[in-house]
């Protein structure tokens, strides 16, 4: 494959990726964005989301709930806080997911309200995005 990049996706639980892509499409914590070879290295925070992957055997699709990407010309390295592949994520693990972020949003100090809030909004896109 031309033009491609080393993707690799590690959670605390596991490798979940370390695969050749032509593009990586990232859900960046200010926006998402698309990685592909040459691009310019770039370090950005996870937002909850879905991140894709294109390969020579299709989209790879993993569930993500936050973490880091480190972007080079050459590659995308994910570390991300916790990390499932689509097809892997049930209902339980979204609801587990999505409880977690409506406690952290009701146990958020004045400071961090918004922040907490836009998690819960991104877990709930991410909920709707995996039909569960």
Do not use: W
């Amino acid at each position: 494959m031309a033009n491609t990049l080393q993707f690799d996706l590690v959670s605390p639980e596991r490798r979940l990726a370390s695969v050749t892509a032509t593009e990586v499409m990232i859900p960046g914590a200010d926006g998402d964005m698309t990685a592909m070879e040459g691009h310019a290295p770039t370090i950005t925070t996870l937002r909850p989301g879905i991140l894709r992957a294109s390969t020579a055997e299709g989209v790879k699709s993993y569930v993500v709930t936050g973490g880091f990407a480190e972007i080079s010309a050459t590659g995308v390295s994910v570390l991300a806080e916790r990390a499932v592949p689509v097809e892997e994520a049930t209902g339980t693990i979204i609801d587990d997911i999505l409880a977690e972020a409506r406690s952290l949003a009701a146990a958020a100090t004045p400071e961090m309200k918004d922040m907490a809030e836009k998690t819960l909004a991104d877990v709930l896109a991410l909920r709707d995005a995996v039909a569960h």
